[in-house]
């Protein structure tokens, strides 16, 4: 008998909060778009990004390890392909199977080497994946190493408000559209 796996998925939208266990098979409630996926910050934290992100309407997704962060974007894929229905847009479902996550990744100072397996297993997954890393140690030697294994950014600790928003915003494809409507 295959014994299920059960992973705590919380989601927050601006001031709501659900809470939901993934179990495979199971529905968690993530939409196609504008959804980012943090691994393994605190619930203070957590709530920071959340609050922040809610400004521009990003949902964020709690995962505890990389392999829950896999799990719920391999879901969200799924509950969004029957979202746009066997009649909808079939360019949608294209461009839905081929959007990778974004992943906001926070570097534990106690193993501050695990990030290159975290991204190696993050890109095994979708090579279109969108890795932000948060770090304490944050310097420019790494933040060069990030972008160079393949890595989109790497954020300070603690962030601003402003460098949160800009690096999720860039890693969604937003940040051309947000300044097309400022001008």
Same mark, same amino acid.
């Given at each position: 008998?295959?014994?299920?796996?059960?992973?705590?998925?919380?989601?927050?939208?601006?001031?709501?909060?659900?809470?939901?266990?993934?179990?495979?098979?199971?529905?968690?409630?993530?939409?196609?778009?504008?959804?980012?996926?943090?691994?393994?910050?605190?619930?203070?934290?957590?709530?920071?990004?959340?609050?922040?992100?809610?400004?521009?309407?990003?949902?964020?997704?709690?995962?505890?390890?990389?392999?829950?962060?896999?799990? $719920?974007?391999?879901? =969200?894929?799924?509950?969004?392909?029957? %979202?746009?229905?066997?009649? +909808?847009?079939?360019? #949608?479902?294209? &461009?839905?199977?081929?959007?990778?996550?974004?992943?906001?990744?926070?570097?534990?100072?106690?193993?501050?080497?695990?990030?290159?397996?975290?991204?190696?297993?993050?890109?095994?997954?979708?090579?279109?994946?969108?890795?932000?890393? $948060?770090?304490?140690? =944050?310097?420019?030697?790494?933040?060069? %190493?990030?972008?160079?294994? +393949?890595?989109?950014? #790497?954020?300070? &600790?603690?962030?601003?408000?402003?460098?949160?928003?800009?690096?999720?915003?860039?890693?969604?494809?937003?940040?051309?559209?947000?300044?097309?409507?400022?001008?």
């Amino acid at each position: 008998m295959i014994a299920a796996i059960n992973i705590p998925l919380l989601t927050w939208f601006g001031d709501k909060r659900t809470v939901n266990t993934y179990v495979a098979g199971s529905e968690v409630s993530m939409g196609a778009c504008n959804r980012v996926i943090a691994v393994g910050p605190s619930p203070q934290e957590f709530q920071r990004i959340c609050d922040t992100l809610a400004m521009d309407r990003v949902t964020v997704h709690h995962a505890s390890s990389v392999l829950g962060a896999v799990l $719920a974007y391999a879901q =969200a894929q799924m509950t969004a392909l029957e %979202e746009a229905g066997p009649a +909808g847009d079939p360019n #949608l479902a294209e &461009k839905i199977l081929a959007q990778g996550p974004v992943i906001l990744y926070d570097i534990d100072p106690a193993d501050p080497h695990r990030w290159r397996e975290a991204l190696g297993q993050f890109l095994s997954v979708h090579s279109g994946a969108r890795v932000i890393f $948060a770090s304490r140690l =944050a310097d420019e030697d790494l933040w060069i %190493e990030v972008l160079e294994t +393949g890595g989109h950014d #790497l954020l300070s &600790k603690p962030f601003s408000e402003s460098e949160l928003r800009q690096a999720v915003r860039c890693a969604l494809g937003l940040a051309s559209n947000a300044l097309a409507t400022a001008a």
